[in-house]
């Protein structure tokens, strides 16, 4: 070949000369590197588009015609811009021109139909062209020209909406007119989210009521309800009202009744009631509405007949918790009373904690008196107090009783409620004895433990009233305050006028001492929680303006902004008015009243613009001797605690304060850091409080014990526990840290661990305004821990009984009574907005019920022979025989 170079130089020379000729035009250029066919479609649109600006209309409509079809035929690929759209591209600017040069007519709107599908990707930004012709073309179906067109148009009507809103009597009739259309083509083709998202950027949501259907209703609302936590009010409110229209119209009651309860709206909360005829159906929206701790009388029209109505008073009164509390602890064997000992499992620990054993007795016992509560807790029977007195041990309950100095005895008296808990007839016959005791403080603490006995559970009869209503105006301060805070649990969320008569007068009372006064406002924010009820706003108010300098100062003073704070939790703006009045306070007072009033009034609404706020708060460095900052930080996981994301980026949030802030923040940061984890051992949050408790200042050990507690409360978390035995023999010469520790570990191991005190339930859709009320002021005693907590207010830790709750699901028949069915039991997934029927739980067993749900747990029915009546299986759910069910055999 190397011998005769010529040809193929010459060939290669020829190749060259032919590449550069048709260089000239670079348009054919690019036409070579089309295939056959797009050439051929490409000459195809560029002749329809010089025939469309031809004179004769015949013509004109052919290609036309022909146009539309080549465009709708090919509008399937989402991936890349469709082929006629691409070639017609260059062209869009002279049909734009020709089209401003017809004349009216129906031609003309056909071509601005096609013009409006070209805007879609040529239309400069902002311009809005694809709806400017879409509103000029023929009214014709616009799903046929493809999803990505009709997404596109609903951008364009948002923004086009927002901008008439501004010019004055700016029409929007055409505009709905196409929204109108639009949503019904997203309902029909499962794009929910998007319909919804579009009425509500044109504030015409009411439109969605008649446009679900029963194959869509159910996952609108999820996302209506879902999607309520990232509004800013009033949105929300309106998206659930919305939702709960949906649900009612639909007859999915349950499903109504958790959203009327979520916006605490008892008129809707009847509607349901009086909505719905099956017997069953209602016997469920009472469980739903006892676990959300609802006081309602039922009347006539909710209930015709007498019997039955009776019957379902008794389960909102929560008369049967106790019961079926006992059958799931029977189910999973965990009836056996264990005493502290079986809690501190000392045999673990090496060495030199048994030393400790001896110092400080009362304060061991006090602990130990504690302990056996919470882990007894609702059992009836433990070790220390309700042992029979011919036992081995040779004393009767009193022995324990006096190995408890003074004001221990409160407490150790107090137990016994927590132990018979929700079982009102026997704990109160165990109780009586100690009412006749002769020692002021047994006394006081068996009026406690009455008001803890029946707390969540309501009775015809009033026990708690008829025994406790005598005790609150006797001489001695403890026994009132017994008496006062026993009200207060009982009570608690019941609005009840009576108990409002009896403890005002006290707010006003000179003579009462502090601490009394202290316990009434609290006593008073816990009955009327939520209620914003003007006459308890304004004791409160003046009973704080009363109080001396000095008095101001003192620790137990922090309970009356918090009572008045309790009135509005969760009521956003209708703090307004007392938060004005708060700000003519004493200043020593008035930047705390501040604090507690913003972060209760917006707990759990996950207000982004108000948890900035409150960080605002902590970032400034103060003087010594301010402590407004501490509910500040509370507040801010009060706010954030309403849904998963705000909460991960509060816990982010304090991270940073613990590194920056100043002592009394970082003392509240592992308080704040319990609320947010509730029940809920989340590994960076227990992480990060075992690091606090081996922290320099006692103050913030403390805290971030009894919150490692808090966040393991009733789970037995094995992690946690061996964390706090090693606390407790490092801090085995240090009694005010052991007692935390203590205390701490009573919590982990609460009910045997069949408890939670997370205030959140239904599937973290429902927060229950009483629970959210007894952990809050706990946490709120927990900011000054020597001077309440380890000083003879140790009492205060009982208020976390509001929050007690089984963490089960027990099914029941429709008569009531406990059915094994297999469930199975897993991780929640978040299916809001996905595609098909995707599958809600991860990660299942298979279990027969009652069963134990942990946070974030989710159960199904592993069964098609049952229907359950609520929408989500927790706590009582009654399942009812499915008809067409068919046994394989």
């Known amino acids: 070949m190397s011998g005769d170079p010529s040809p193929s130089s010459n060939n290669g020379g020829l190749e060259q000369a032919s590449v550069k000729v048709p260089s000239k035009d670079p348009k054919k250029k690019k036409d070579e590197d089309l295939s056959d066919e797009d050439l051929a479609l490409k000459q195809q649109l560029e002749l329809y588009v010089e025939r469309v600006q031809d004179s004769d209309p015949g013509v004109q409509k052919l290609a036309l015609e022909s146009m539309r079809q080549e465009i709708r035929t090919s509008t399937s690929s989402m991936t890349s811009v469709p082929k006629p759209l691409k070639f017609i591209r260059p062209h869009y600017g002279t049909l734009k021109a020709f089209y401003e040069t017809m004349a009216d007519s ?23 062209e694809s709806l400017k012709y879409r509103l000029l073309g023929t009214e014709g179906d616009i799903g046929s020209w493809g999803h990505e067109y009709v997404r596109n148009l609903a951008g364009e009507i948002a923004q086009e909406f927002a901008r008439r809103q501004q010019v004055e009597e700016a029409p929007i009739d055409d505009l709905m007119e196409l929204v109108q259309q639009i949503v019904a083509f997203h309902m029909k083709h499962n794009a929910e989210p998007e319909a919804v998202d579009l009425l509500i950027e044109v504030e015409d949501l009411d439109m969605l009521v008649d446009q679900v259907d029963l194959t869509n209703y159910k996952r609108t609302c999820l996302y209506l309800t879902s999607a309520a936590s990232y509004f800013p009010g009033p949105d929300d409110t309106l998206v659930l009202d919305i939702a709960y229209l949906i649900y009612h119209k639909f007859g999915e009651y349950a499903s109504a009744l958790r959203i009327a309860l979520f916006q605490d709206n008892i008129q809707n909360v009847k509607q349901v009631f009086t909505s719905c005829d099956d017997l069953t159906q209602k016997k469920q929206f009472c469980y739903i509405m006892a676990r959300h701790g609802v006081t309602l009388e039922l009347d006539e029209e909710m209930v015709a007949n007498e019997d039955d109505r009776e019957a379902l008073q008794e389960i909102i009164n929560n008369a049967k918790l106790s019961e079926g509390y006992l059958t799931l602890a029977r189910d999973i064997e965990v009836m056996e009373p264990k005493s502290p000992e079986d809690i501190y499992k000392v045999h673990l620990i090496d060495g030199r904690a048994s030393a400790g054993a001896s110092v400080d007795s009362a304060r061991q016992n006090l602990a130990a008196t504690f302990v056996n509560a919470f882990v007894n807790a609702g059992f009836g029977q433990d070790k220390l107090m309700t042992v029979p007195s011919e036992s081995s041990s040779g004393g009767s309950a009193g022995s324990w009783l006096f190995k408890n100095k003074e004001h221990g005895k409160a407490s150790a008296a107090a137990s016994l409620g927590l132990i018979h808990l929700w079982d009102v007839d026997s704990g109160l016959a165990q109780i009586d004895k100690y009412l006749h005791s002769n020692d002021n403080n047994v006394i006081a603490g068996a009026l406690l433990a009455v008001g803890i006995v029946t707390c969540g559970v309501k009775s015809d009869c009033d026990p708690a009233l008829a025994l406790l209503a005598d005790y609150i105006n006797k001489e001695d301060s403890s026994t009132r305050i017994g008496a006062i805070m026993g009200l207060g649990l009982a009570y608690a969320g019941s609005q009840n006028e009576q108990i409002r008569g009896h403890l005002s007068p006290i707010l006003g009372d000179t003579k009462a001492p502090l601490d009394v006064i202290a316990f009434t406002a609290i006593s008073l924010g816990l009955v009327f929680v939520g209620s914003c009820n003007e006459e308890v706003a304004q004791s409160i108010i003046f009973s704080l303006m009363d109080r001396s300098e000095s008095e101001l100062g003192e620790p137990l003073t922090r309970f009356l902004p918090l009572g008045l704070g309790l009135l509005y939790l969760g009521k956003q703006e209708s703090v307004e008015a007392t938060a004005e009045v708060s700000k003519t306070f004493h200043e020593k007072i008035r930047k705390y009243c501040d604090m507690t009033l913003l972060s209760l009034a917006y707990a759990g609404t996950g207000d982004v613009l108000k948890v900035q706020k409150l960080l605002g708060y902590c970032a400034q460095h103060l003087e010594k001797g301010e402590t407004h900052q501490g509910p500040a930080v509370i507040g801010i996981a009060l706010v954030a605690m309403a849904e998963e994301l705000g909460l ?65 409360a009733g789970t037995n978390n094995a992690r946690i526990a061996g964390m706090l035995r090693n606390l407790s023999s490092y801090y085995y010469k240090e009694a005010n840290l052991l007692f935390c520790v203590r205390i701490a570990q009573g919590l982990v191991h609460l009910g045997k661990g069949l408890l939670t005190l997370g205030p959140y339930h239904s599937d973290r859709f429902l927060l229950s305004p009483t629970a959210l009320a007894g952990i809050v002021t706990m946490l709120h005693a927990c900011l000054d821990m020597k001077s309440i907590i380890l000083a003879k207010y140790h009492y205060v830790l009982y208020f976390l009984v509001l929050a007690m709750q089984p963490r089960m699901l027990m099914t029941v028949d429709e008569n009531l009574k406990p059915l094994t069915v297999p469930v199975r039991v897993g991780q929640a997934v978040d299916v809001v907005g996905q595609a098909g029927r995707p599958k809600t739980i991860t990660g299942f067993q298979t279990h027969s019920t009652p069963v134990l749900l942990a946070a974030g747990d989710r159960a199904e029915l592993a069964t098609e022979k049952y229907i359950p009546l609520s929408p989500v299986l927790e706590g009582f759910v009654i399942l009812k025989e499915n008809p067409d069910y068919r046994d394989e055999q």
């Open 648 to 712: 991960d980026m509060s816990i982010r949030s304090l991270e940073h304060l613990l590194q920056y802030g100043e002592q009394n923040i970082r003392r509240a940061v592992p308080l704040a850091l319990g609320l947010l984890c509730i029940s809920n051992p989340k590994v960076n949050v227990m992480d990060t409080l075992s690091r606090l408790s081996h922290d320099t200042d006692s103050e913030v050990a403390m805290s971030a014990i009894i919150s490692l507690g808090l966040i393991g």
């Open 106 to 128: 129906d031609l003309k709107k056909y071509l601005a139909d096609i013009l409006s599908v070209l805007a879609l990707t040529m239309s400069a930004e902002g311009e809005r």
